[in-house]
């Protein structure tokens, strides 16, 4: 009877101690708690860029992506961010995709610019820089170092 008591407790406490990391991580990953206003930005490549992709400033999450269309007539990518109200953005801000690491994972970075008027909730952040395609970079360069290679081998030196 003891033993069955020690294993009902110990249960217990793994199915405790599973739920505060669930209650953790719900916490962690919710984005900006509060109010919230939306901003659009037109980017010209969102690879990596998903509805819930992260907005940040410094580092720091400050809000979500929310929506992503194609605009038809000029073929840009309209992403609609949700940002935290207690964030007041001037109008000359930028926002550029970045990696997060090499092995993927990006997120929309906002760089805060020094207008003293503030972005209101709906306005568009003019200044944007799409996505870097890191294989393709890293295809072109393996590419052009092989064939400078090959090359230089056949270069008459310099009097």
Do not use: C
């Amino acid at each position: 009877m003891r033993g069955h008591v020690a294993e009902a407790l110990a249960g217990l406490a793994v199915v405790l101690l599973a739920l505060a990391f669930l209650a953790f991580a719900w916490s962690r990953t919710t984005g900006p708690a509060g109010a919230a206003y939306t901003l659009t930005a037109r980017f010209p490549n969102v690879a990596g860029v998903s509805v819930g992709t992260d907005v940040r400033v410094a580092g720091l999450k400050v809000g979500e992506v929310t929506a992503q269309s194609l605009d038809p007539s000029t073929y840009e990518a309209i992403v609609t961010l949700k940002v935290a109200d207690s964030l007041r953005l001037p109008v000359d801000s930028s926002a550029a995709i970045t990696s997060e690491s090499l092995l993927g994972g990006s997120y929309i970075a906002l760089l805060p610019g020094g207008e003293p008027d503030m972005l209101k909730a709906g306005d568009e952040i003019l200044e944007t820089q799409g996505a870097t395609d890191l294989l393709g970079l890293v295809g072109a360069f393996i590419n052009r170092s092989g064939t400078a290679g090959e090359g230089a081998a056949d270069t008459p030196a310099a009097p």
